[in-house]
């Protein structure tokens, strides 16, 4: 299995339970790892042969920066969804991880983070 990697995306959005969350807006952080085949774009060196990082990013940009979930866990599972919807056959599984650096939890942390795999993921 090879693997293709997003790291440390950065983010606008509006996403959380309390109101100040959906009004105010936060900063959001993504990982996305991506099982793939891209044995055959090592040896042609064509995009067609691969998955465009770019359309991946994009995903995640539309999703984070977009309607406002309560939940970074209905976050993360959008942008799997889509990731697999919008590549089926050539990205087998993805790793999803959605990190709030700033949430308003009173005490000291570094940030909260949501992580899941969906697919083939080994």
């Known amino acids: 299995m090879d693997y293709i990697h997003l790291r440390d995306m950065q983010f606008?959005?509006?996403?959380?339970?309390?109101?100040?969350?959906?009004?105010l807006g936060q900063r959001f952080r993504a990982s996305v790892s991506l099982a793939?085949?891209?044995k055959r774009a090592g040896e042609t060196d064509n995009l067609e042969d691969t998955v465009s990082y770019v359309g991946v990013y994009y995903i995640c940009k539309e999703v984070i920066e977009g309607e406002p979930f309560k939940l970074i866990e209905a976050v993360a599972e959008t942008v799997a969804n889509r990731i697999l919807s919008?590549?089926?056959?050539a990205?087998?599984?993805?790793?999803?991880?959605?990190?709030?650096?700033?949430?308003?939890?009173?005490g000291h942390?570094?940030?909260?983070?949501v992580e899941i795999v969906r697919g083939t993921f080994s």
């Not at 606008?12 to 009004?23: A, D, Q, R, S, T």
């Not at 990205?91 to 009173?106: A, N, Q, S, Y």
């Not at 942390?109 to 983070?113: D, G, P, R, S, T």
């Open 36 to 38: 793939v085949d891209i």
């Open 12 to 23: 606008f959005g509006y996403h959380g339970v309390l109101p100040e969350e959906n009004v």
């Open 91 to 106: 990205v087998f599984g993805c790793r999803v991880e959605i990190i709030k650096p700033d949430p308003p939890i009173p």
């Open 109 to 113: 942390y570094k940030e909260v983070a």
């Open 86 to 89: 919008q590549y089926e056959g």
